[in-house]
């Protein structure tokens, strides 16, 4: 157990609509990541957050996509207007930032499937 | 920038044999270098990580993996496997000062009876 809880673990939309995942990291985690994964690749950087500053964005990163960390503790990431393309998994990472080679504790992902 | 080649895809061993799962990477700077698995419909769980040091690297469930700087590579072993060790493998690169993980496509590690 890596102590990072994601929420919803599976979501179904419909294209069009919004969706908004949740990241709760534990508290040391003061960086926070997020990457996609789609069936057979690996995880692709999504962005980043040192405590509630959004540090670095991927070009993945489409204007529908919007990433928050308010209090820098918990993180949400809203898709708006889905497409069938935004099907994937969403991994949200925690990091505790001691040095350059801060080991990332991923959580257990959340599903996006879009019909 | 940096990048990851796991060179194959599919890994399928009998059970008790040795494995070894590909893995070299691209970077003009330093880094650090990480293998992950995941197994089916759940996230990523850290076997092991290079940061500094000895270049044999030890991690969970009897796995190790060797940096070799002149070979740019960070090959995963496992003297014996188990039916148990069947997932996908993913090796991840980070440079020295950088704040993301860039990862490989993966390899999948099937291990037969």
């Known amino acids: 157990d890596t102590g990072v809880s994601q929420d919803p673990r599976h979501k179904i939309t419909k294209r069009g609509q919004n969706v908004t995942f949740r990241c709760d990291p534990i508290s040391e985690h003061n960086r926070l990541y997020w990457y996609r994964q789609t069936l057979g690749q690996g995880p692709e950087f999504l962005t980043y957050f040192q405590n509630e500053a959004q540090l670095e964005k991927s070009r993945l990163l489409s204007d529908r996509f919007s990433a928050e960390r308010p209090k820098g503790s918990f993180s949400t990431l809203e898709i708006q207007r889905t497409e069938q393309g935004d099907s994937a998994m969403y991994l949200c990472?925690?990091?505790?930032?001691?040095?350059?080679?801060?080991?990332?504790?991923f959580g257990e992902g959340s599903w996006l499937t879009v019909v | 920038a940096q990048s990851v080649t796991q060179l194959d895809s599919q890994v399928p061993v009998f059970e008790e044999a040795p494995v070894e799962l590909r893995c070299n990477y691209s970077s003009s700077v330093s880094v650090y270098l990480f293998w992950y698995v995941q197994y089916p419909n759940q996230g990523l769980q850290l076997l092991l990580k290079y940061l500094s040091g000895s270049t044999l690297v030890k991690g969970i469930n009897g796995f190790e993996a060797e940096f070799n700087k002149s070979q740019t590579s960070f090959h995963l072993r496992k003297p014996s496997v188990h039916i148990s060790d069947t997932a996908e493998y993913f090796c991840?690169?980070?440079?020295?000062?950088?704040?993301?993980?860039?990862f490989g496509t993966g390899t999948q590690l099937k291990v037969e009876l």
């Open positions: 990472a925690g990091g505790d930032g001691q040095g350059s080679g801060n080991t990332i504790y």
């Open positions: 991840a690169v980070k440079t020295g000062g950088g704040n993301k993980l860039t």
